[in-house]
């Protein structure tokens, strides 16, 4: 398959960008990307899309979400407005996730992966919390991501806010789903460690993530300096 007639941005150094440019892919891989005439004449037995002088571009990856978010879009807020971090966090966030079920977190994942499709992202890193659903919860958004044929990485939020029971489900979570990870070999679905952040995180607690992650190769998501609290933290 030829994709031509678009302007490619390559990301290579040398030959950054073509005005009127093309890709050949075959099997699944880019073999080469040149002008569209060259590339045209040199395989003019494959199918061909014209691109009508639109963008062709290396697929974005969003290395920070969080897909239940998708029901915060509209979300009435009643009360004062939040003046800082920690109050939007509470007010908005925390509320969110506490009612998620195993349903919402499909429909979230679907709508997000969607959405990420239709405007160039190809890989999404994600950073799921949702205290009353979590076991199970990374593998619905694996097969969310599955079905729409998106590369993600995935990790659970722990966090010591809901009590030491769901911080050592978090832990579970994780880990159980990073090995599952490492019996897949398409190179679509990883798992990381997902940590909220130092001050919703007691030492011990962290202690015990390390513990946890020993002998395990993956790294850990974890949200740093996002408000002048967790900065002074």
């Known amino acids: 398959m030829i994709i031509g007639n678009g302007r490619v941005i390559t990301h290579d ?34 199918e061909y899309i014209d691109a009508e002088e639109k963008l062709i571009m290396p697929g974005i990856i969003n290395t920070h979400h969080h897909i239940y978010s998708a029901f915060a879009r509209g979300m009435a807020s009643t009360g004062a407005s939040p003046q800082n971090f920690q109050e939007i966090l509470e007010t908005l966030w925390w509320k969110v996730d506490k009612k998620l079920n195993h349903e919402d977190i499909e429909y979230s994942a679907l709508t997000t992966y969607i959405d990420s499709v239709k405007n160039g992202v190809t890989t999404l890193f994600d950073h799921h919390a949702g205290p009353t659903s979590i076991k199970g919860s990374l593998n619905i958004i694996a097969k969310a991501a599955k ?4 590369r993600t990485c995935l990790c659970y939020e722990v ?6 029971d769901k911080m050592q489900e978090g832990i579970e979570e994780n880990i159980n789903f990073i090995k599952k990870c490492e019996e897949d070999n ?48």
């Open 147 to 150: 079905k729409l044929g998106i």
């Open 13 to 46: 150094f040398d030959n950054p960008y073509l005005e009127d440019g093309a890709v050949y892919i075959s099997k699944g891989k880019i073999i080469e990307v040149g002008e569209t005439k060259s590339l045209l004449q040199k395989y003019p037995d494959v």
């Open 186 to 233: 398409t190179n679509m679905i990883k798992g990381m460690f997902g940590l909220h952040a130092s001050f919703t995180l007691s030492d011990e607690s962290l202690k015990k993530c390390q513990e946890a992650m020993k002998g395990i190769d993956a790294g850990y998501h974890v949200h740093v300096a996002e408000g002048i609290g967790d900065l002074h933290d």
């Open 159 to 164: 966090s010591d806010r809901d009590g030491l």
